[in-house]
């Protein structure tokens, strides 16, 4: 307990949020890996409030002077904290884990710092306690989600899954969860104290929780609310440029992504590119993610394709995108077939099938580029004029050349089918065809 004081102590005479933030904290750091147990072991349910009254508030012990409302709200946040540090610990002691207890207590760790902050004045520069408890929050409720659903079978360990793919099981803990991150949220976009001493320097890290909770509930939707929140308070806001780069390249990205599931494309690609540019270059999983939704943007709104040494650090990458990649430039529609069929389950999961469906209609155009170059060129009369390409191609050349890159040699297609691709192309403005006709001598065939 005496490490907590001192680090409180510590935080709150040099105005430290992060220091602050380290004592509530569910994780012992690695250089004390008891912490957590000694914490545990050094008081019992009758004595933690008058003991942690007496080591965060005695003047004897502090230089640090509270408010009797602040001191009050402080004490009930660590009452709170150390109760939930033995549900924590006891999660490793049995087989079964309870972690929907565990989420329970941690809740009211953030109930009991929400209170602080409305009602007993916490200062602005204790903001990453919030970021924290929210973040642990939204952890220890997917674990008592799975842990309902898998009775059990959960281990207490660092998720990587990533958040753009939820599932659609239940997800109780995780709704109530969101509920109080929301709260935080409102907390910091309703604080009117000048920017110097608001909270609203909170605000991108308690939306970019909120956009991974929404996301991982599958409720895209609710998202768009805390978009619509956050540009009516824009002229009260701190500049973006001003936050940390953190906070805006993961803002940045899901704003990317939820305007590329609204196909939006332009402005989707416009934030992932910010995303993709500001991302450290050393957080290869981040900067996955993001080409993960860039590189169909990139596809659509410029035609083209991810070239090998973008992708060779990204080898899962390689594996999604790269068979796509050469059919569209071949325009084999048979093998881009196969490629989308082939990842089909995580194409769907991460939401980017049916804008990769649409590079079809590229992998189409390359395939008719080819048969008006295999055209060659008309014959002139004048023999120093320089060589024009065929202006007029049969349709049954395109239609051999469909069924070539269909790989269905042996099935005729029908003129309409045919017909109606091309002026699918040219109404795409994909590619400005040749004059297609049936017979050379009929003006109209």
């Not at 793919?165 to 509920?179: I, P, S, W, Y």
């Not at 996301?215 to 973006?240: E, T, V, W």
Request: with cysteine; hydrophobic share 40%; aromatic share 10%.
């Amino acid at each position: 307990m005496e490490i907590l004081y001192r680090d409180f102590q510590q935080a709150h005479l040099l105005g430290s949020g992060p220091l602050l933030s380290t004592t509530l904290t569910p994780v012992a750091p690695a250089n004390d890996p008891s912490r957590l147990q000694d914490l545990a072991n050094a008081s019992n349910v009758q004595l933690i409030q008058q003991d942690i009254r007496s080591g965060l508030l005695s003047h004897a012990k502090t230089e640090v002077r509270f408010s009797k409302p602040e001191g009050n709200a402080w004490v009930d946040v660590y009452v709170a904290y150390w109760k939930a540090i033995g549900d924590i610990l006891a999660l490793g002691r049995t087989r079964k884990a309870d972690w929907g207890r565990a989420f329970e207590a941690w809740k009211e760790v953030a109930n009991a710092l929400i209170k602080g902050y409305s009602n007993a004045g916490f200062q602005a520069w204790t903001v990453p306690c919030l970021y924290v408890v929210g973040r642990y929050l939204r952890i220890f409720a997917i674990k008592a989600d799975e842990n309902s659903t898998n009775n059990g079978a959960v281990g207490f360990s660092t998720l990587t899954q990533d958040d753009i793919v939820g599932d659609l099981g239940k997800n109780e803990k995780l709704e109530d969860a969101a509920r109080v991150i929301n709260r935080i949220f409102t907390l910091c976009i309703s604080d009117r104290a000048p920017l110097e001493e608001s909270r609203k320097w909170g605000l991108y890290y308690t939306t970019n929780l909120l956009f991974k909770t929404y996301f991982k509930l599958n409720s895209i939707g609710l998202s768009k609310n805390i978009l619509r929140a956050l540009q009516a308070s824009r002229s009260d806001m701190p500049p973006i440029e001003a936050f940390p780069k953190s906070h805006v390249v993961t803002f940045k990205y899901y704003v990317g992504v939820i305007l590329f599931l609204d196909e939006d494309y332009i402005k989707a690609e416009e934030n992932l590119t910010d995303a993709w540019l500001m991302c450290h270059r050393d957080a290869k999983r981040n900067r996955e993610l993001i080409l993960t939704y860039l590189i169909p943007c990139h596809l659509l709104t410029t035609h083209t394709l991810p070239t090998a040494h973008l992708l060779a650090p990204y080898p899962h990458l390689q594996t999604l995108f790269s068979g796509l990649g050469s059919c569209i430039r071949r325009g084999d529609l048979a093998g881009f077939d196969a490629a989308l069929a082939a990842n089909e389950d995580e194409f769907v999961q991460r939401r980017i099938y049916l804008t990769l469906e649409r590079g079809r209609d590229i992998a189409l155009r390359n395939l008719l580029r080819k048969v008006y170059l295999a055209g060659g060129y008309e014959d002139t009369k004048d023999g120093d004029a320089a060589p024009l390409r065929r202006t007029r191609i049969l349709v049954a050349e395109f239609e051999a050349a469909i069924r070539i890159g269909s790989r269905t040699k042996h099935e005729k297609l029908d003129n309409d089918e045919v017909e109606c691709l091309l002026a699918n192309m040219i109404y795409k403005a994909y590619h400005r065809l040749p004059r297609s006709i049936y017979n050379l001598n009929d003006p109209n065939p």
